[in-house]
């Protein structure tokens, strides 16, 4: 079983790390531009790490949308480690944060298709019609606190 250590990022060398996971994933793998993967929101994230022994695995970032409401954003894992646990191990780390801070009303996030169930599993429920972003259809989700 591989030890996944998921923190939250606080030195650029692992903010450029995980911007790295995102380019692979989002811009080269599923053709997003980089222009709309790179949005400028960045600066007012937090961002998680994933890594394996110091191997830079997976990422995510999270943005307060309004008061009290936080979003999962970005959330990429390096193809050669899907289905290993490592999405599972960066959203326990997420939740484990958020659900502790007594300002949080709900987490929502934005869910490719093929994604849904992945993100069922911890309580996420789906909110509204389907529908497309980044040539992607994904669904809108909310874990209500």
Known sequence: MLKII????ENS????????????VFCKEQKV???????????????????????????????????????????????????KGVGKAIIKEILKHYLNL????NLTLNSQIQAKDFYKKFGFVEVG???????????KMIYYV
Not at 6 to 9: E, F, L, S
Not at 13 to 24: C, N, Q, V
């Open 13 to 24: 060398s692992d903010k450029k790390k995980a911007f790295k996971i995102r380019d692979l």
């Open 129 to 139: 019609e389907e529908f497309v972003e980044a040539n992607i259809i994904h669904q």
């Open 102 to 105: 007594n300002k949080v009303n």
């Open 33 to 83: 531009s980089k222009k709309i993967e790179f949005d400028g929101l960045d600066k007012f994230c937090d961002h998680y790490l994933a890594k394996i022994n110091e191997l830079p695995i997976g990422t995510a970032r999270i943005r307060e949308e309004k008061k009290n409401t936080f979003k999962i954003e970005r959330m990429a894992v390096l193809k050669e480690y899907r289905k």
């Open 6 to 9: 998921v923190n939250n990022i």
